[in-house]
């Protein structure tokens, strides 16, 4: 009997036909989009006289640059007003879902198709966002594709798609105290490398990933990008099947002891082949933080900044100019630097078992003089609970700001900008130069880290904030 991997699984149950020497044409369930990179999509559709081959097959909310404050009122912003405008019309035009702004369901796009449902093992999944990935943990497909690409699936639901490599990254053992998924994530990719899974996709495996609820699955999937992977997928266990029942989109009924009889056979089998593996243990893995303007240049809080050692050419003036922008050196410590913004939100950290996490954290405490807080919930049934839950009350008292659903903070395509040259810990994914705003110094770390580094205004290991 030929042993297969779960990806392999998924993905050759989705070959409609493979071109010899090429790409495969592959079948997409789910597409989902958004304001930003569907516009032009659709535009070429009218230009080709083509419609949406498969409507109810698309699901659309705006989340990348629209405010996350006075959402009642008109955008401000004419680019982001016109974009959201489009995406209404073109919803309209062609009958598809559309959970818009101010609506019980809006959210950005990757915590919203989980929340509701819409995101189920076996799937393939994709939008016009390379964090697509994140719906890998529920053993789907997922992954990020271009406008053109948009434009092909709303008119064929199909992609063409070379089959990528496979990897296997394994975590075993407990995590420590303070330890969360953010920070498993971060630890990998600092072993590995922002470019050490290109061209693979990743499936997580071992205890420590199978001990994780759904929401810390997903902030694993999520930062698959980070280290060049296409995305990364989680095999669906008791875990997934407790999350998905009742969700609005979840089968039900028979229907439902149908989908996880199927659902259980996506495991990957004992002994089938990867292209890579790495293995890491769960008691090495301590609360991170990046120091650089990549992923990759991540470090455990307490540790130094790398020093030159070793390191020639390029690598070593690269790795400089990095540490320049930040206003770092190395050798150096992290702990104890001054912040000046901590941001709770995105796609990757931005759900309510995250605010939950931070508003446990400071309930009682007050943030640091020196510290602006923004607390984003990804959705608006975040928000809902996080009211509900008087985690908005903690969180206020605190001295923490509430914003309305969206991406936020997470890039300067909307008015959450940090300013130029100051410091944020951020829960999103990404620490490129600018990528929170112009001249913005970006540093990744877990929801708890960010709610110690909110309460002492310094970069800090939670464990020790803890303990005082």
């Known amino acids: 009997m030929n042993k297969t991997t779960l990806f392999d699984k998924v993905w050759d149950a989705h070959v409609v036909k493979s071109v010899t020497s090429g790409p495969d044409v592959f079948f997409i369930d789910k597409h989902f989009i958004h304001e930003v990179t569907s516009p032009v999509a659709f535009l070429n559709l009218e230009k080709r006289g083509i419609g949406v081959k498969y ?8 989340d990348h640059n629209v405010p996350t404050v006075e959402q009642d009122k ?4 004419k680019l982001s007003r016109m974009q959201v405008e489009k995406l209404r019309t073109n919803c309209a035009k062609y009958g598809i879902e559309l959970h818009d702004l101010g609506s019980a369901h809006h959210g950005i796009v990757h915590v919203i198709g989980p929340e509701l449902g819409v995101t189920q093992p076996g799937m393939t999944i994709v939008c016009g966002d390379s964090h697509t990935s994140t719906h890998g943990a529920f053993g789907a497909i997922a992954f990020g594709i271009g406008t053109s690409e948009v434009e092909m699936v709303l008119a064929t639901q199909c992609i063409m798609q070379s089959k990528p490599k496979k990897m296997r990254i394994s975590v075993e053992g407990e995590l420590s105290k303070g330890v969360t998924s953010k920070d498993i994530i971060l630890y990998i990719i600092s072993k590995i490398s922002a470019a050490g899974a290109t061209g693979y996709f990743v499936e997580y495996a ?16 999520n930062m698959s990008i980070e280290m060049g992977a296409r995305g990364g997928l989680i095999a669906p266990d008791e875990t997934t099947f407790a999350y998905l029942k009742g969700k609005r989109y979840a089968p039900s009924g028979k229907d439902w002891e149908e989908a996880v009889s199927q659902w259980k056979q996506l495991q990957t089998d004992e002994g089938a082949e990867f292209d890579k593996e790495y ?14 303007t990549n992923p990759g240049m991540g470090i455990k809080v307490k540790d130094l ?10 690598n070593k003036k690269s790795y400089l100019k990095s540490l320049e922008y930040m206003g770092f050196a190395p050798g150096e410590a992290m702990k104890g630097k001054t912040v000046d913004y901590v941001f709770v939100g995105s796609c990757t950290n931005g759900r309510i078992e995250d605010i939950r996490e931070v508003a446990n954290f400071v309930k009682g ?5 020196n510290i602006t807080a923004w607390i984003v919930p990804g959705s608006r049934e975040v928000e809902k609970m996080a009211h509900e839950e008087g985690l908005v009350k903690i969180l206020e008292e605190a001295g923490f700001e509430l914003r309305q659903p969206g991406c936020s903070a997470c890039l300067a395509m909307n008015d959450d900008k940090i300013p130029a040259g100051k410091y944020a810990v951020s829960t999103s994914n990404r620490n490129f130069e600018g990528r929170q705003g112009p001249g913005a110094r970006t540093m990744l770390a877990s929801p708890l880290t960010v709610a110690a580094v909110a309460v002492t205004g310094k970069i800090c290991d939670p464990r020790e904030v803890f303990e005082n």
């Not at 409507?55 to 705006?62: Q, V």
């Not at 008109?74 to 912003?77: L, P």
């Not at 900044?305 to 390029?314: D, Q």
């Open 206 to 221: 071992g205890s420590a990933i199978r001990s994780l609820s759904m929401e810390a699955r997903m902030t694993i999937c």
């Open 365 to 369: 405490k007050k943030k640091a003089e």
């Open 74 to 77: 008109t955008i401000k912003d």
């Open 55 to 62: 409507p109810e097959r698309t699901i659309a909310t705006p």
């Open 279 to 292: 293995h890491f243990d769960a008691a090495d893995i301590e609360p991170m933080i990046t120091y650089g």
């Open 305 to 314: 900044i790398p020093t030159t050692e070793g390191m020639e050419g390029s």
